[in-house]
């Protein structure tokens, strides 16, 4: 049996029924608001074939209500109106006195919380302590009896450290006595567990070298709380924002930000069972942090990673778009057998800059780094720059501010031709973006096409090559729908072409790269969905709709094709048929 927060006939929640013999499910009971409460957040208890529990709201003064659930004659019914505010947050519990306690957030003295007890024989309701009394706020959890006669519980605020306190309740004298001050944040609504060890173990949400939570121990008898495990979610970041597939087989990205100093991180994901380890914690400011421990190296100074390459050398490649000497980002390098990290270039206000875009990433070309950056450079428009990996040598190439283009923020990609091409969601004749060319050996950047509302606006993603010299692309905006369009671009003719355009249904507004796979189609995200594209018939297909999200303009997401290496054992007798062929 299952109390469900919501739903029903009236969307107060309901009371399940699970039969694992069958495994059907049914519901059983729903609550109705003001009658008999209106949603139970928390565990059931049994008694005598009756289950108790607590609803959060609903009851006569919208306060929360006991109920109890007769499992043969499925009825519900209210044992008790809570107080409006009470806000009880717990699963009660049935003492070994035949009574039933709990805890209260918000009713009583200064609206502190209260300890209660509801007596079975004689159908009575009492407040037994006032949380107030001794300095207390906010009793949450399930109350654990850990020895004959006494209660242990937990307060998430109040006591001397203003973090609440354990505290214990005697069953016989009815008093409650604080038992240690807690120094570390907690609110778990299943408090307690009894080890056989004698001690009592907990969960801290907000404790933990990471503040992400920690699971500690409570030694009744010396009163001692020790943290045996931090939590540490947030090591491993958040906001992906590029992936790629080294030649070890090994997939390696970046987060832009959270991180152990929230200023993103890089990581290692094993391809088999998909386990994220964090390689490298970038920190904003020298003794920046909250005085949490990383299990990875530090990169200090540089921030919001945003692009990963692999280069010839076996290293990784990427950059910031924060931090350095000039504060506006690095280019660093990522020896993954030595496991080490180094700044290699700043980017300064001639170099250019991404600001605050995550989008331009690195391409190798001739033991050369090239990308493009959005922001500054000579006339402020953007540059294409270089970066020499065996001289470390660091320079801008190209004002592309100076032939028009503005936000140039896509990747850089290298035509059969042996020039680069990139695209701009601004700037042109139309203002409306372009796609422009790179030639390295004239070292000249050229506008080659110049977005206008037919062919679609806007592009906020890169080219990706196809098939006969052609480039592939997309807008986020315009074409014959106005959601964005796919479009081939043949350097050699300099001719673009609309090959299909998103309808808002299969799919709409995408954002990046189209991600060329081995089985000959294209596929990509939408604003809130991911779809294939068949090159040959020019067709766009949904694959999946996502709840939350494909891309947005500002973060888009990148896509990665990767294939398991099979796990096998080798036999040890294995022999061949005569006359027969055999291979792996």
């Known amino acids: 049996y299952a109390p469900i927060t919501a739903g029903g006939a009236t969307n107060y929640g309901t009371i399940v029924e699970f039969d694992p013999a069958t495994n059907i499910l049914l519901k059983r009971a729903d609550f109705n608001g ?43 019914i209210n044992l008790y109106d809570f107080p409006n505010g009470a806000r009880p947050e717990c699963t009660p519990v049935i003492a070994s006195n035949d009574k039933l306690y709990g805890l209260t957030t918000g009713s009583g003295l200064n609206g502190s919380g209260e300890l209660f007890e509801y007596d079975f024989n004689t159908s009575t309701f009492n407040n037994k302590v006032q949380m107030d009394d001794f300095g207390l706020e906010d009793g949450i959890g399930t109350l654990l009896e850990y020895s004959n006669g006494k209660l242990l519980g937990i ?5 001397a450290n203003g973090y609440g306190a354990i505290f214990e309740y005697d069953l016989v004298t009815s008093t409650l006595s604080i038992k240690v001050d807690l120094t570390l944040p907690s609110s778990a609504r299943e408090s307690f567990i009894s080890g056989n060890d004698g001690n009592i173990y907990g969960f801290a949400t907000g404790g933990g070298t990471s503040k992400s939570g920690s699971i500690y121990q409570y ?55 998909y386990e994220v ?21 530090n990169a200090t100074d540089i921030n919001n990673p945003h692009a990963l390459v692999e280069a010839s050398n076996g290293k990784l490649y990427g950059r910031t778009n924060g931090g350095g000497d000039d504060g506006r980002g690095v280019i660093f390098e990522y020896d993954p057998i030595e496991l080490s990290l180094e700044v290699k270039a700043h980017f300064t206000e001639m170099t250019g800059n991404n600001g605050s875009g995550t989008r331009g990433g690195l391409i190798e070309v001739g033991g050369k780094l090239y990308g493009a950056n959005r922001r500054a450079g000579p006339s402020g428009g953007g540059t294409i720059f270089e970066y020499d990996i065996l001289s470390s040598s660091f320079s801008a190439i190209a004002d592309l501010g100076a032939i028009g283009i503005s936000e140039p923020n896509s990747n850089l990609v290298l035509s059969a031709n042996g020039k680069l091409y990139g695209v701009s969601n601004a700037g042109g004749t139309n203002s409306k973006g372009t796609i422009y060319e790179y030639d390295i050996v004239n070292e000249m950047a050229t506008v080659k096409i110049n977005f206008d509302d037919v062919s679609g606006v806007a592009a906020y993603g890169g080219l990706v090559v196809a098939a006969d010299d052609k480039l592939l692309g997309m807008t986020y905006a315009g074409g014959a729908n106005g959601k964005g369009e796919i479009y081939e671009y043949v350097p050699s003719t300099n001719t673009y072409t609309t090959l299909a355009s998103f309808d808002g249904i299969e799919a709409g507004y995408p954002t990046n790269d189209l991600l060329a796979a081995a089985n000959g189609k294209f596929y990509g995200l ?3 969905s991911f779809f294939a594209f068949d090159v040959v018939t020019n067709l766009i297909t949904k694959k999946n709709d996502l709840s939350s999200g494909g891309a947005s303009r500002f973060d888009p997401a990148a896509l990665l094709e990767a294939c398991k290496e099979p796990v096998f054992d080798q036999p040890d007798d294995l022999r061949q048929c005569a006359n027969s062929s055999f291979s792996i």
């Open 34 to 76: 003001t009658g008999n409460g209106d949603s139970p957040e928390y565990s059931l208890v049994e008694r005598s074939g009756k289950l108790y529990g607590i609803t959060k709201y609903g009851g006569l003064n919208n306060g929360g209500v006991l109920f109890e659930f007769d499992i043969n004659t499925f009825a519900l």
């Open 155 to 159: 307060s998430q605020d109040g006591g």
């Open 219 to 273: 030694n009744p008898t010396t009163l001692e709380v020790t943290e045996l495990y931090s939590f540490n979610a947030l090591e491993v970041g958040y906001y992906p924002e590029d992936l790629i597939r080294a030649s070890t087989g090994k997939l390696y990205g970046v987060n832009k930000g959270g991180g152990v100093y929230g200023a993103g991180t890089l990581f290692e994901i094993d391809p088999n069972n």
């Open 277 to 297: 380890t964090p390689l490298v914690q970038f920190k904003a400011k020298p003794g920046g942090g909250s005085g949490r421990v990383a299990s990875s190296i």
């Open 526 to 528: 939408g604003a809130s």
